[in-house]
T-cell receptor
Framework: NAGVTQTPKFQVLKTGQSMTLQCAQDMNHEYMSWYRQDPGMGLRLIHYSVGAGITDQGEVPNGYNVSRSTTEDFPLRLLSAAPSQTSVYFC?????????????FGPGTRLTVL | AQTVTQSQPEMSVQEAETVTLSCTYDTSENNYYLFWYKQPPSRQMILVIRQEAYKQQNATENRFSVNFQKAAKSFSLKISDSQLGDTAMYFCASSSFGNEKLTFGTGTRLTIIP
């Protein structure tokens, strides 16, 4: 299994540009999520999905869109990038076992908005 | 809503010594999970240890153990016989029982000195 994969690893955008951060998992997990990591603030939840066709907002959803058309893929869209969206973005997928939820994180995407 | 607080932004310790990282949390729920994640310079989020709040026994994983004080809402991580590879950011996190969303603290940067 490749686990959770994210592309690209690095990206530089200009203010106002749009782009999609890709996330895919091959573990057949129903639950997927996006977090952003800013210096001194830890990881914060942007959006999450409990299955194909179902998405919901997390703590910091403004400026981001998501969709979940398949179990495997959960892309994050920035419609009009702003400097405040400069951050490291992590995608995660999860499954629930006997001892609760287990989260698997992707390697992250470092995004810089100029 | 859950909150997680890590009051030690940075720590350093000599190799082979023992170090304890502090974490406090706040939740109104009876059942929840607590986690410690390690983030080395590679940026990958690695689960170190997890604790189910309904279990009184402290979790251990090889050189890593926790001191879980439910009444005090404290969840510290002890690293014994510290190694150079332990140098990383360490994040404390929580999630509600039956809820896969993670709430993270701001992290502690741990440096192991040779």
């Amino acid at each position: 299994n490749a686990g959770v994969t994210q592309t690209p690893k690095f990206q530089v955008l200009k203010t106002g540009q749009s782009m999609t951060l890709q996330c895919a998992q091959d573990m057949n997990h129903e639950y997927m999520s996006w977090y952003r990591q800013d210096p001194g603030m830890g990881l914060r939840l942007i959006h999450y999905s409990v299955g194909a066709g179902i998405t919901d907002q997390g703590e910091v959803p403004n400026g981001y869109n998501v969709s979940r058309s398949t179990t495997e893929d959960f892309p994050l869209r920035l419609l009009s990038a702003a400097p405040s969206q400069t951050s490291v973005y992590f995608c995660a997928s999860s499954w629930e076992g006997e001892a609760g939820w287990h989260q698997y994180f992707g390697p992250g995407t470092r995004l810089t908005v100029l | 809503a859950q909150t997680v607080t890590q009051s030690q932004p940075e720590m350093s310790v000599q190799e082979a010594e023992t170090v304890t990282l502090s974490c406090t949390y706040d939740t109104s729920e009876n059942n929840y999970y607590l986690f410690w994640y390690k983030q080395p310079p590679s940026r990958q989020m690695i689960l170190v240890i997890r604790q189910e709040a309904y279990k009184q026994q402290n979790a251990t994983e090889n050189r890593f153990s926790v001191n879980f004080q439910k009444a005090a809402k404290s969840f510290s991580l002890k690293i014994s016989d510290s190694q150079l590879g332990d140098t990383a950011m360490y994040f404390c996190a929580s999630s509600s029982f039956g809820n896969e969303k993670l709430t993270f603290g701001t992290g502690t940067r741990l440096t192991i000195i040779p």
